[in-house]
């Protein structure tokens, strides 16, 4: 193992954004046990600490290769096509109104059956994010394309997280917490 290798390359996996969860899953325990501090005790304190920075590597891997929006952004960056979401806030005018239009409804909902609406709506907006990353990542190799595509699930996903967020308020109402 190379603590200088790709996330990908460390779990021996296409470079690419689809990839199989459980197989991600099962790669990563495997390489949390080859590089599990308590596997070198009998080598020293120095080798523990090597096997703890590879514990950290393998886990900061895992987590972006798990994460769809941090794999796709992650691909991206591999790429040559930084994500720059704190720079670059610019947006189409379609995707801005659509944000307004939901952030909007989301004030205006007053039940739960309005919230899981909105929240089915996004969860539909997401998915057809997701299947533009893989397209733009995996078949066209437009990695410019595709960072507009993770920006606006950057977007999606905080508004999902908004709704749920509502959800779980008025659950916790309804149930006198």
Not at 18 to 28: I, K, L, T
Not at 68 to 79: D, G, I, Q, T, W
Not at 97 to 118: C, F, I, K, Y
Not at 148 to 170: C, G, H, K, N, P
Request: with cysteine.
């Amino acid at each position: 193992m190379n603590l200088q290798s790709t996330d990908f390359e460390l779990f021996g996996l296409a470079e690419c954004f689809e990839q199989d969860s459980a197989a991600v899953d099962a790669r990563w325990k495997d390489l949390q046990r080859e590089a599990h501090p308590d596997r070198f005790a009998a080598q020293g304190a120095a080798a523990q600490r090597v096997a703890l920075q590879w514990s950290v590597r393998i886990n900061e891997a895992y987590r972006r290769l798990k994460d769809p929006l941090k794999r796709a952004a992650y691909l991206c960056e591999l790429h040559g096509a930084a994500v720059n979401a704190e720079d670059n806030t610019a947006m189409p005018a379609a995707f801005l109104m659509q944000q307004m239009e939901w952030r909007e409804a989301l004030d205006d909902a007053r039940g739960v059956s309005e919230l899981e609406q909105l929240s089915t709506e996004v969860r539909s907006a997401r998915r057809a994010v997701l299947q533009e990353c893989a397209r733009l990542l995996d078949s066209a190799h437009d990695y410019a394309a595709a960072v507009r595509e993770v920006r606006s699930l950057m977007f999606i996903e905080r508004f999902a997280s908004d709704v749920d967020a509502q959800l779980d308020r008025i659950d916790a109402a309804e149930h006198g917490q």
